[in-house]
């Protein structure tokens, strides 16, 4: 990737404005981004808070790398809105749940390099845990110019495609999983009679203390799990109570449906 590289983002919400965060972050000239958005005042909005630039998607489809950002749903549109506008020579690369690279080789130019990432929203911090992979006519090398890109995103993984919507309800959904279980332990702090400025403290930094110690530690959950379970103490007085809440068996049924969805979304919009 050279200095000169642009991206487009075509489609910016949530998540795509988290991409273009990072990518600011790690250090893009803002002049090297364009966004789209189809309210005006969306992209005012995004002008305003990055200094990026905004276009019309299928004069920002142009870019050298061209991220389409619109849901599932709105993603044929889009396409059948930038026919013909985005070159052959681009690298087209989708964040859209559940859809496979062959729905873009099938509406774009033939020969376009697709790759397919599944980023999460932690990637607006570089903390994101990025998926990648490819098309049929992406080049090893074209996969090498969206690591390089995701990087400054956070981490990357390559996968074949048949695992992507699996590794989708981990980490693609995975942010709302923690935020969810992070909003019942504040709820539960302030039924204990705490403040809750302080349940938010607390429960914030613990989350990001024991994340840490997950990712860097070189220990497994289970035995950072019981490091902190004292026999016959506190936690497992509390966990007790989860494994009865069955919170291990929704886990499971959790992200079997969130797999499932992935799949129903490619088949539905196919
Ligand atoms: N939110 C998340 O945590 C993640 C989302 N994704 C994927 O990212 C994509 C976007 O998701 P979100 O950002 O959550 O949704 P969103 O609804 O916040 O963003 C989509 C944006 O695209 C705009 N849009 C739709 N059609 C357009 C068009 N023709 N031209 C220009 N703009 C258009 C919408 O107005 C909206 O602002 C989805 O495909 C989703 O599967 C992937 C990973 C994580
Ligand atoms: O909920 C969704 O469909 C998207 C994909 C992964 C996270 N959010």
Same mark, same amino acid.
């Given at each position: 990737?050279?200095? $000169?590289?642009?991206?487009?983002?075509?489609?910016? =919400?949530?998540?795509?404005?988290?991409? *273009?965060?990072? +990518?600011?972050?790690?250090?893009?000239?803002?002049?090297?981004?364009?966004?789209?958005?189809?309210?005006?005042?969306?992209?005012?909005?995004? #002008?305003?808070?990055?200094?990026?630039?905004?276009?019309?998607?299928?004069?920002?489809?142009?870019?050298?790398? *061209?991220?389409?950002? #619109?849901?599932?749903?709105?993603?044929?549109? /889009?396409?059948?809105?930038?026919?013909?506008? /985005?070159?052959?020579?681009?690298?087209?690369?989708?964040?859209?749940?559940?859809?496979?690279?062959?729905?873009?080789?099938?509406?774009?130019?033939?020969?376009?390099?697709?790759?397919?990432?599944?980023?999460?929203?932690?990637?607006?911090?570089?903390?994101?845990?990025? /998926?990648?992979?490819?098309?049929?006519?992406?080049?090893?090398?074209?996969?090498?110019? *969206?690591?390089?890109? +995701?990087?400054?995103?956070g981490r990357v993984a390559r996968l074949p495609e048949a695992q992507v919507d699996a590794a989708t309800a981990v980490s693609g959904s995975?942010?709302?999983?923690?935020?969810?279980?992070?909003?019942?332990?504040?709820?539960?702090? #302030?039924?204990?009679? /705490?403040? &809750?400025?302080?349940?938010?403290?607390?429960?914030? $930094?613990?989350?990001? =203390?024991?994340?840490?110690?997950?990712?860097?530690?070189?220990?497994?959950?289970?035995?950072?799990?019981? $490091?902190?379970?004292?026999?016959?103490?506190?936690?497992?007085?509390?966990?007790?109570?989860?494994?009865?809440?069955? +919170?291990?068996?929704?886990?499971?049924?959790?992200?079997?449906?969130?797999?499932? &969805?992935? $799949?129903?979304?490619?088949?539905?919009?196919?």
């Open positions: 990737m050279s200095e $000169q590289t642009t991206l487009a983002v075509l489609g910016t =919400g949530a998540m795509g404005e988290a991409v *273009v965060a990072g +990518l600011l972050a790690g250090g893009w000239a803002p002049e090297r981004i364009t966004v789209t958005a189809r309210r005006p005042e969306r992209a005012a909005e995004l #002008v305003a808070r990055h200094g990026v630039r905004t276009a019309g998607n299928r004069e920002a489809a142009t870019a050298d790398v *061209v991220v389409l950002g #619109v849901k599932p749903g709105d993603m044929a549109a /889009l396409l059948a809105e930038v026919e013909g506008a /985005l070159p052959a020579t681009s690298l087209a690369v989708s964040i859209a749940a559940g859809l496979p690279t062959a729905f873009f080789e099938a509406r774009l130019a033939p020969g376009t390099p697709v790759a397919r990432v599944m980023p999460n929203t932690a990637s607006a911090v570089g903390e994101g845990m990025s /998926l990648l992979c490819a098309g049929s006519a992406a080049t090893p090398a074209h996969l090498e110019l *969206v690591e390089e890109l +995701l990087a400054p995103l995975g942010p709302a999983y923690h935020f969810l279980v992070a909003e019942a332990m504040t709820e539960a702090a #302030v039924a204990l009679g /705490l403040p &809750r400025v302080l349940a938010r403290e607390l429960v914030a $930094q613990t989350a990001y =203390g024991a994340a840490a110690l997950l990712r860097d530690s070189g220990r497994t959950a289970t035995e950072l799990r019981e $490091q902190v379970t004292s026999p016959g103490g506190t936690t497992i007085a509390a966990l007790r109570e989860l494994e009865a809440a069955g +919170l291990r068996t929704a886990f499971f049924a959790a992200l079997e449906a969130a797999r499932d &969805r992935g $799949q129903e979304m490619g088949s539905r919009y196919a």
